[in-house]
């Protein structure tokens, strides 16, 4: 079946614009998360979504970072007033069940924003 | 807290030898472990897990890791490597109660032919 989708695959854009990343997770699953790669900070957890809500939003590195999900399904992490420093991959993953059984997490592709 | 150390950043090795990349880990109580691969400009695709018992888990394309709780070890292993296996490689840890993953900083696995 289809796996994590998110798009855009790229996104360029100036420096204090709004971005939007959207993540499409596995269907049927429950669990989703969102993460950042960038060279030198590895792999870093930013949000976890149960259903529509939140429990850890431990991760989001400012208040400029938000994220929602609606009707248990598509999820979107919007970034106000880019800083270079954004610039990264935004990796979104999702497991059936919840965040505290065994389940494996997958993973979409990423999304490379670039933060001119 | 919740960590995971791989202490190589690179590791070489030539096709058709076995292959052992390393990673340790950090918990309070009990771990699920996992290790993920990393194709150039993909995502993490899965490739295997420690929930609990045998200590030894298979996965996919042949590798497989060891789960060694007196060492806080979980590495991964190749009876004979592939250079399609070059990769960079992600170890992770989450421990029983929380619900994130905790990533390593990756392996660089080059595979020379």
């Known amino acids: 079946g289809a796996g994590v989708s998110q798009s855009p695959s790229n996104k360029v854009t100036e420096k204090g614009k709004d971005v939007e990343l959207r993540c499409d997770p596995i269907s049927g699953h429950t669990a989703l998360y969102w993460y950042r790669q960038s060279l030198g900070q590895g792999l870093e957890f930013l949000i976890y979504?149960?259903?529509?809500?939140?429990?850890?939003k431990s991760g989001l590195p400012s208040d400029r970072f938000s994220a929602e999900r609606t009707g248990g399904s598509v999820s979107t992490l919007t970034i106000q007033r880019t800083q270079q420093e954004d610039s990264a991959v935004y990796l979104c993953a999702s497991s059936l069940r919840t965040g505290l059984s065994t389940d494996t997490q997958y993973f979409g592709p990423g999304t490379r924003l670039t933060v001119l | 807290a919740q960590s995971v150390a791989q202490p190589e950043d690179q590791v070489n090795v030539a096709e058709g030898n076995p292959l052992t990349v390393k990673c340790t880990y950090s918990?309070?109580?009990?771990?699920?472990l996992f290790w993920y691969v990393q194709y150039p400009n993909r995502g993490l695709q899965f490739l295997l897990k420690y929930i609990t018992g045998d200590n030894l888990v298979k996965g996919s394309y042949g590798f497989e890791a060891e789960f060694n709780k007196s060492q806080t070890s979980f590495h991964l292993k190749k009876p004979s490597a592939l250079v399609s296996d070059s990769a960079l490689y992600f170890c992770a840890v989450r421990e029983v109660g929380y619900s994130t993953l905790t990533f390593g900083k990756g392996t660089m696995l080059l595979v020379s032919p």
């Open positions: 979504f149960q259903g529509n809500s939140a429990p850890d």
């Open positions: 918990v309070s109580g009990n771990p699920y």
